[in-house]
Protein backbone atom coordinates (compact mmCIF):
# COMPACT_ATOMS: atom_id res chain seq x y z
CA UNK A 1 0.00 0.00 0.00
CA UNK A 2 1.36 3.31 -0.95
CA UNK A 3 0.24 6.81 1.59
CA UNK A 4 0.46 9.84 -0.42
CA UNK A 5 0.95 13.86 0.84
CA UNK A 6 0.89 16.58 -1.52
CA UNK A 7 2.09 20.16 -0.09
CA UNK A 8 2.79 23.42 -2.16
CA UNK A 9 -0.48 24.66 -3.00
CA UNK A 10 -1.38 28.20 -2.33
CA UNK A 11 -2.59 31.45 -2.95
CA UNK A 12 -0.56 33.06 -6.35
CA UNK A 13 -1.05 36.06 -8.98
CA UNK A 14 -1.38 35.10 -12.86
CA UNK A 15 2.23 34.53 -14.24
CA UNK A 16 3.67 33.37 -11.04
CA UNK A 17 5.14 29.45 -9.69
CA UNK A 18 4.11 26.96 -7.86
CA UNK A 19 6.01 24.03 -6.88
CA UNK A 20 3.61 21.19 -5.41
CA UNK A 21 5.61 17.89 -3.53
CA UNK A 22 3.79 14.50 -2.70
CA UNK A 23 5.57 12.50 -0.30
CA UNK A 24 4.95 8.95 -0.64
CA UNK A 25 5.42 6.08 1.86
CA UNK A 26 5.88 2.61 1.43
CA UNK A 27 8.96 0.80 -0.61
CA UNK A 28 6.93 0.50 -3.51
CA UNK A 29 6.93 3.85 -4.63
CA UNK A 30 9.46 3.72 -6.95
CA UNK A 31 7.57 0.74 -9.13
CA UNK A 32 4.51 3.02 -9.33
CA UNK A 33 4.18 5.87 -12.10
CA UNK A 34 2.69 8.79 -10.72
CA UNK A 35 0.18 11.27 -11.74
CA UNK A 36 -0.98 14.81 -10.87
CA UNK A 37 -4.41 15.64 -11.44
CA UNK A 38 -6.50 18.25 -10.56
CA UNK A 39 -10.18 19.35 -10.11
CA UNK A 40 -11.99 22.26 -10.15
CA UNK A 41 -15.09 23.52 -8.32
CA UNK A 42 -18.17 21.57 -10.69
CA UNK A 43 -16.07 19.83 -12.94
CA UNK A 44 -14.65 16.62 -13.18
CA UNK A 45 -11.06 15.60 -12.03
CA UNK A 46 -8.27 15.63 -15.06
CA UNK A 47 -5.01 14.28 -15.49
CA UNK A 48 -2.19 16.94 -15.10
CA UNK A 49 0.80 14.84 -16.02
CA UNK A 50 2.01 11.44 -15.36
CA UNK A 51 5.70 10.54 -14.86
CA UNK A 52 7.02 6.98 -15.84
CA UNK A 53 8.41 4.57 -12.71
CA UNK A 54 12.08 5.72 -14.13
CA UNK A 55 10.86 9.39 -14.76
CA UNK A 56 12.32 8.80 -18.30
CA UNK A 57 8.91 8.96 -20.07
CA UNK A 58 5.99 11.93 -19.40
CA UNK A 59 2.65 13.39 -20.12
CA UNK A 60 0.84 16.32 -20.18
CA UNK A 61 -2.47 17.65 -21.05
CA UNK A 62 -2.53 19.74 -23.47
CA UNK A 63 -3.77 22.71 -21.39
CA UNK A 64 -0.64 22.46 -19.07
CA UNK A 65 1.88 21.92 -21.55
CA UNK A 66 5.03 23.78 -21.94
CA UNK A 67 4.30 25.67 -18.44
CA UNK A 68 4.25 22.87 -15.66
CA UNK A 69 6.94 19.97 -15.53
CA UNK A 70 6.49 16.70 -13.52
CA UNK A 71 9.52 15.52 -11.71
CA UNK A 72 10.30 12.41 -9.45
CA UNK A 73 13.25 11.48 -6.74
CA UNK A 74 12.85 8.01 -6.24
CA UNK A 75 15.48 8.16 -3.51
CA UNK A 76 13.17 10.96 -1.63
CA UNK A 77 9.83 8.75 -2.48
CA UNK A 78 8.56 12.19 -3.59
CA UNK A 79 7.42 13.30 -7.12
CA UNK A 80 6.74 17.25 -8.29
CA UNK A 81 5.09 19.31 -10.26
CA UNK A 82 6.15 23.00 -11.43
CA UNK A 83 3.82 24.72 -12.66
CA UNK A 84 4.84 28.44 -14.07
CA UNK A 85 2.71 31.09 -16.33
CA UNK A 86 0.08 29.96 -13.99
CA UNK A 87 -3.61 31.43 -15.01
CA UNK A 88 -6.86 31.90 -13.03
CA UNK A 89 -7.74 28.31 -15.23
CA UNK A 90 -5.24 26.69 -12.99
CA UNK A 91 -7.12 27.05 -9.94
CA UNK A 92 -8.13 23.79 -8.33
CA UNK A 93 -7.26 21.38 -6.05
CA UNK A 94 -4.38 19.20 -7.08
CA UNK A 95 -3.79 15.42 -6.38
CA UNK A 96 -1.27 13.02 -6.46
CA UNK A 97 -1.93 9.05 -7.81
CA UNK A 98 -0.06 6.43 -8.11
CA UNK A 99 -0.99 4.82 -11.27
CA UNK A 100 -1.02 0.99 -10.17
CA UNK A 101 -4.09 -0.44 -13.10
CA UNK A 102 -3.52 -1.21 -16.22
CA UNK A 103 -5.20 0.48 -19.08
CA UNK A 104 -4.96 4.18 -20.27
CA UNK A 105 -3.26 6.47 -17.91
CA UNK A 106 -5.17 9.73 -18.32
CA UNK A 107 -8.00 7.91 -16.63
CA UNK A 108 -9.18 8.14 -12.91
CA UNK A 109 -10.01 4.76 -12.59
CA UNK A 110 -5.93 3.43 -13.55
CA UNK A 111 -5.09 5.18 -10.21
CA UNK A 112 -5.91 3.13 -7.17
CA UNK A 113 -3.88 5.45 -4.16
CA UNK A 114 -4.79 9.23 -3.88
CA UNK A 115 -3.36 12.15 -1.90
CA UNK A 116 -5.82 14.42 -0.33
CA UNK A 117 -5.46 17.16 -2.28
CA UNK A 118 -3.81 20.69 -2.35
CA UNK A 119 -5.15 23.73 -3.01
CA UNK A 120 -3.84 25.77 -5.90
CA UNK A 121 -5.87 29.30 -6.53
CA UNK A 122 -4.22 31.70 -9.16
CA UNK A 123 -5.47 35.29 -8.87
CA UNK A 124 -6.06 37.58 -11.91
Known amino acids: QVQLVESGGGLVQAGGSLRLSCAASGRTFSSYAMGWFRQAPGKEREIVAR????????YYADSVKGRFTISRDNSKNTVYLQMNSLKPEDTAIYYC?????????????????WGQGTQVTVSS
Open 51 to 58: ISWGGTST
Open 97 to 113: AANTVSGPYYVVGAYEY
